[in-house]
Nanobody, 119 residues
Framework: VQLQASGGGLVQPGGSLRLSCAAS????????MGWYRQAPGKQRELVAT???????NYADSVKGRFTISRDNPKNAVYLQMNNLEPEDTAVYYC??????????????WGKGTQVTVSS
């Protein structure tokens, strides 16, 4: 099972980016999906999560600016980031709680995509 994230880049303050992440491999179901981020010198922190049925949860720092969504048939999760601030600069990691064939349910992580907000 692999998670592949894309969509990071350099953007000016106030700008927007959309991150995408898709799961591939041999599995039968995905439960929660989401995004974490890690800024230089800081611990990894939750950004947003979404359940299979669409229930969402956001960090206070991104509420009203970021929107998480998912496409279950495509095994994908997205993060629309608007009104970006320099404090959003970090490596963003997607994750998914997956039931894989021949293995226990567990979290899988993508390799991370860099988001830099700077003028």
């Amino acid at each position: 099972v692999q998670l592949q994230a894309s969509g990071g880049g350099l953007v000016q303050p106030g700008g927007s980016l959309r991150l995408s992440c898709a799961a591939s491999g041999s599995f039968f179901s995905i439960n929660d999906m989401g995004w974490y981020r890690q800024a230089p010198g800081k611990q990894r922190e939750l950004v947003a999560t979404i359940g299979r049925g669409g229930t969402t949860n956001y960090a206070d720092s991104v509420k009203g600016r970021f929107t998480i969504s998912r496409d279950n048939p495509k095994n994908a999760v997205y993060l629309q980031m608007n009104n970006l601030e320099p404090e959003d600069t970090a490596v963003y990691y997607c994750y998914a709680y997956i039931g894989a064939y021949g293995a226990s349910w567990r979290d899988y992580w993508g390799k991370g995509t860099q988001v830099t907000v700077s003028s």
